[in-house]
């Protein structure tokens, strides 16, 4: 009997099932330099390190990290020079804490919703993705947008609050109210966000 025609022997160790999930960091990466730019970088940089932690858990789990940013408007910029005018910007300290790795997959949006005109679904799809948790900025606008849009999808959808900011404390408390009251998104802090398995269950899985 050849190696190929042999049986698999009872007990072998199978690859655990790949993440089902994928985490989205949004607008994170900017040069700030449109209105309001100035208060939305204090916000931006409350939220850096919480992220910059989350992200490094979900990488170590399996977890796809995909860099979601607007191209403002310039149809011929990539993502590497995104990230190069934001390291010789306002924004540097930020992106410094946010460096995307060389295995982290990159989408730019044009619009506030990271599914509008992209090819993120297709992303996602290739990715086999279930379940999405959102970070960046802003509540108010580019997440929920994107919420709204992945729940049309049926994508599961998590939003850990600390994890993301608006112009005010009290646009922050209405963005995470309609979140969670509206969309059905669970909003926990971040360090309750964990990855999950493909074959674990929807209903049966944390936050």
Known sequence: MTARQRPQREGLIHPQPRPDTALLIIDMISQWDFPDAAALLRQAAKIAAPIAQLRRRMARAGVPVVYVNDN???WRSDFRHVVQLSLAGPGARITGQLTPEKDDYFVLKPKHSA???TPLEL???H???RRLVLVGMT???CIAHTA???RVRDFEVVVPRDCVATLTAARQRRALAHLAEA???ATPLSTGTRARRAKQQAGAAGH
Request: glycine share 10%; hydrophobic share 50%.
């Open 72 to 74: 403002c408007g310039h």
């Open 148 to 150: 709204a849009d992945a």
């Open 123 to 125: 992303l996602l799809d």
């Open 139 to 141: 509540s108010d606008q």
């Open 127 to 129: 990715l086999g993705t």
């Open 183 to 185: 969309l059905e998104v």
């Open 115 to 117: 599914f509008f005109a």
